[in-house]
């Protein structure tokens, strides 16, 4: 879940407008939010709407669709942030710029369609930065806030042949990033992880580096890790230069 960044914080700070006197969102509310674009091989689809929501993830060749339901005072709550920072009235910006990914903001209500897009070449004016900001936070807030209630505890085994003294080990997993130099040796870690499948990317590097090509890799691994309702620990271990899981 990489593309999903929560950003409480930065709303809170950024909300300027009072929303009690605001009203109820119109039944055809619905938002759609994407991520994603450039080189990057990750993306997200997110769709809130009163009937059904879901977030629709792809990390690499991982591709994960959790449904959820938000209430009707997330939703108020989220027509009420967009209607009072004027989204439909965001004005964006034309720039030459390559490989950039970014966000696309898509709003219907009242029988009318709004569309923002800051990603690629299109960019929000400086003067609007505010109001885009506590928009995309507030989405984002709701989103991740229903995704974790999905989540679960997943125990993590490394062999000791890879834990090895003169090697160091790093390794990635949805968002959670082990670095063995900077967290020191850990044969066990705990992570929260939600349920579908998730990109996993293991290497083990030799300290020593000399002046032959790839010397400083000396074992590595990638692949799809696959979380259902069952799964509770994975281990890890090494087959020559061959980094394994199950």
């Known amino acids: 879940m990489k593309t999903l960044i929560i950003l409480s914080a930065l709303v809170m700070g950024l909300i300027s407008t009072n929303t009690s006197n605001a009203g109820d969102a119109p039944k055809d509310f619905r938002i759609i939010m994407r991520d994603g674009g450039g080189m990057a091989r990750n993306s997200a689809e997110y769709f809130i709407s009163k009937d059904s929501s879901y977030a629709d ?25 967009i209607t009072m920072n004027s989204f439909e009235g965001i004005e964006t910006f034309t720039e030459m710029v390559y490989d950039r990914g970014g966000t696309v903001i898509e709003v219907r209500a009242d029988g009318e369609t709004h569309t923002v897009d800051n990603s690629g070449m299109s960019f929000i004016k400086e003067n609007w930065r505010n109001e885009w900001e506590v928009i995309e936070g507030t ?70 580096l000399t002046t032959e090509p790839g010397s400083k890799i000396f074992a590595q691994g990638d692949g799809i890790v696959n979380i259902d309702k069952d799964t509770k620990s ?13």
């Open 57 to 81: 993830m792809r990390d690499e060749d991982a591709r994960t669709k959790i449904y959820f339901k938000v209430s009707n005072n997330q939703l108020d709550d989220l027509y009420n942030i």
């Open 139 to 208: 989405i984002r807030s709701v989103i991740a806030s229903e995704i974790e209630k999905t989540e679960k505890a997943i125990t993590i085994n490394i062999d000791d042949n890879i834990m090895e003294v003169d090697k160091i080990v790093n390794f990635n997993i949805g968002d959670f990033t082990y670095m063995s130099a900077r967290d020191g040796w850990n044969k066990t870690v705990t992570v929260r992880l939600h349920p579908g499948q998730h990109y996993m990317y293991f290497t083990m590097l030799n300290k020593e």
């Open 234 to 246: 994975l281990y890890i271990y090494r087959e020559g230069e061959k980094i394994l899981w199950k």
